[in-house]
């Protein structure tokens, strides 16, 4: 079973702005990650936040992470038309190694 | 290049038929995962193999099953096919299969039941 859920489950934006997408799971974690997938093609890991952390940051990529209200955000700064893909948080649970995604966002800048 | 493989990429079959799909890890990595990926079932944990033998399993049905071999490849074998499993495989691997390592995903089976 899916562990992450995403929202929204798709955006819209025009270049320039700034997209953000959320993430919520059911269970305690140990990390979570953020993966993008272009159409159709592998899922390509952004940035990995441990359950100790509160915030990181990866060049235009700032991610959160709430521990109380089980849910992270991923936020794209100044996004570009080459950010359209989908996004996917990933979760291993507390008792578990497995890697467990959410069904993503799917994101589209507009030039 | 994520340096993993997965073949072939893309597979086209009848109902019922067994078709198996094959990954090769990237050098090093010991630890190898499956997801299917469907367009109403977002991607889905099917099974994770570390060093030859079963660490996790997900939602496999009992028509699939799997294995890696000493080599680290694994593959992954789906019998008496149904519609529905029609769908996108993907293989990850990882270093050591423990949390908070990063996989690194094949480009996909695409796989169609017709």
């Known amino acids: 079973s899916q562990q992450g859920e995403e929202d929204p489950q798709a955006l819209s934006i025009q270049e320039g702005e700034n997209a953000t997408m959320n993430c919520s799971y059911k269970?305690?974690?140990?990390?979570l990650q953020w993966y993008r997938q272009n159409s159709g093609r592998g899922l390509v890991h952004l940035i990995l936040?441990?359950?100790?952390?509160r915030e990181k940051h990866s060049g235009r990529l700032r991610v959160t992470l709430d521990t109380s209200k089980k849910s992270s955000s991923l936020l794209i700064t100044a996004s570009r038309a080459a950010d359209t893909a989908s996004y996917f948080c990933?979760?291993?649970?507390?008792?578990?190694?497995?890697?467990?995604f959410g069904a993503g966002t799917r994101l589209t800048v507009k030039p | 290049d994520s340096g993993v493989t997965q073949t072939p990429k893309h597979l086209i079959t009848a109902t019922g038929q067994r078709v198996t799909l094959r990954c090769s890890p990237r050098?090093?990595?010991?630890?190898v995962y499956w997801y299917q990926q469907s367009l109403d079932q977002g991607l889905q944990f099917l099974i994770q193999y570390y060093n030859g033998e079963e660490r996790a399993k997900g939602n496999i049905l009992e028509r699939f099953s799997a294995q890696q071999f000493p080599d680290l490849h694994s593959e992954l074998n789906l019998s008496s096919l149904e519609l529905g499993d029609s769908a996108l495989y993907f293989c990850a691997s990882s270093v050591d299969g423990t949390g908070g390592e990063k996989l690194f995903f094949g480009s996909g089976t695409q796989l169609s039941v017709l």
């Open positions: 990933a979760t291993d649970l507390y008792n578990n190694n497995d890697m467990r």
């Open positions: 050098s090093g990595d010991l630890s």
């Open positions: 936040i441990r359950s100790n952390e």
């Open positions: 269970t305690s974690i140990n990390n």
